[in-house]
């Protein structure tokens, strides 16, 4: 790698991905498995994981597979503690339950605020707290939403887990600041993935996210895993707290 990109490098780092078995998880496993990370891919679903991994060795990166629910938090932390502590976080696993509040019940909130938000805070105690015991300095990556910034129709859940995760990110950088782990958020438009295929079907919805998006297009999960890169490397070593979003100008007006 030259100079002007040693930065970006990730030689020598160990990283977690949660719901990294498809979509955008996946890609940033193989992106930071490109830059030189080991990469440690956790979903539920063993054979994806499995393949997942497989097609990272293949091209030539170090990959393990954890498989977990996110959401049996006591589970997620023993499995944590059994592991070298992690110099990258990829707090990815999340969901989406979209209708109108009318139509919300409480199970819909468990699920999405289960997954979003409760299993994704307590995910990151049990990663950090191997970063404080190692004394490693790392990067903890959040994957919020332009969800996490505006408001949408049929999203109450989905926002309010997303601007939670916000709050979530700027108070653990500021505990966390001081030994030197950093917090943020990648805050994403629609991507095409296999949560998000379904929604497309409908010409309507399509048509009316494409007149929010100003480049006039649907983001494409490399363009996540591009900068989940910057926020695990040494390229992005001042920023913390922040909130980086890829969003096609959707929050510029
Ligand atoms: P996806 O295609 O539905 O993939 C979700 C991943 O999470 C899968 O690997 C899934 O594997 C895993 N997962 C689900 N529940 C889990 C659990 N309880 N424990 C462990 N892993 C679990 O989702 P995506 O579209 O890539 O979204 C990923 C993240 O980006 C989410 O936080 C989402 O809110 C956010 N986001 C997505 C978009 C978009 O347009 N796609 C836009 C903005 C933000 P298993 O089912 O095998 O566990």
Same mark, same amino acid.
């Given at each position: 790698?030259?100079?002007?990109?040693?930065?970006?490098?990730?030689?020598?780092?160990?990283?977690?991905?949660?719901?990294?078995?498809?979509?955008?998880?996946?890609?940033?496993?193989?992106?930071?498995?490109?830059?030189?990370?080991?990469?440690?891919?956790?979903?539920?679903?063993?054979?994806?994981?499995?393949?997942?991994?497989?097609?990272?060795?293949?091209?030539?990166?170090?990959?393990?597979?954890?498989?977990?629910?996110?959401?049996?938090?006591?589970?997620?932390?023993?499995?944590?503690?059994?592991?070298?502590?992690?110099?990258?976080?990829?707090?990815?696993?999340?969901?989406?339950?979209?209708?109108?509040?009318?139509?919300?019940?409480?199970?819909?909130?468990?699920?999405?605020?289960?997954?979003?938000?409760?299993?994704?805070?307590?995910?990151?105690?049990?990663?950090?707290?191997?970063?404080?015991?190692?004394?490693?300095?790392?990067?903890? *990556?959040?994957?919020?939403?332009?969800?996490?910034?505006?408001?949408? #129709? @049929?999203?109450? $859940? &989905?926002? +309010? =887990?997303?601007?939670?995760?916000?709050?979530?990110?700027?108070?653990?950088?500021?505990?966390?600041?001081?030994?030197?782990?950093?917090?943020?958020?990648?805050?994403?438009?629609?991507?095409?993935?296999?949560?998000?295929?379904?929604?497309?079907?409908?010409?309507?919805?399509?048509?009316?996210?494409?007149?929010? *998006?100003?480049?006039?297009?649907?983001?494409?999960?490399?363009?996540? #895993? @591009?900068?989940? $890169? &910057?926020? +695990? =490397?040494?390229?992005?070593?001042?920023?913390?707290?922040?909130?980086?979003?890829?969003?096609?100008?959707?929050?510029?007006?």
């Amino acid at each position: 790698m030259s100079s002007a990109f040693a930065a970006f490098s990730l030689d020598g780092r160990r990283a977690l991905i949660t719901g990294a078995g498809r979509g955008i998880g996946f890609a940033i496993s193989q992106t930071l498995a490109a830059a030189g990370a080991e990469v440690t891919l956790c979903a539920r679903s063993k054979s994806e994981l499995d393949e997942a991994a497989a097609q990272i060795r293949a091209a030539g990166g170090k990959a393990e597979v954890l498989v977990a629910d996110v959401t049996d938090v006591e589970a997620f932390a023993d499995a944590l503690s059994a592991l070298p502590a992690f110099d990258v976080f990829v707090n990815n696993a999340g969901t989406n339950r979209p209708k109108p509040l009318q139509e919300v019940t409480p199970d819909d909130y468990d699920a999405v605020m289960g997954l979003n938000l409760r299993a994704a805070i307590f995910a990151a105690k049990a990663v950090a707290k191997g970063m404080l015991a190692a004394e490693k300095s790392g990067s903890i *990556i959040n994957i919020s939403s332009q969800m996490g910034h505006v408001g949408a #129709a @049929n999203r109450t $859940l &989905y926002c +309010a =887990s997303k601007w939670a995760i916000e709050g979530f990110t700027k108070a653990l950088a500021v505990e966390l600041g001081p030994k030197g782990i950093r917090v943020n958020t990648i805050c994403p438009t629609f991507i095409e993935t296999p949560m998000t295929k379904p929604f497309f079907e409908d010409p309507a919805f399509k048509a009316q996210v494409l007149g929010k *998006i100003k480049l006039g297009r649907l983001g494409q999960v490399e363009e996540v #895993a @591009n900068a989940a $890169l &910057y926020l +695990a =490397s040494d390229a992005s070593s001042l920023m913390t707290g922040s909130a980086m979003l890829l969003d096609g100008g959707w929050t510029a007006d």
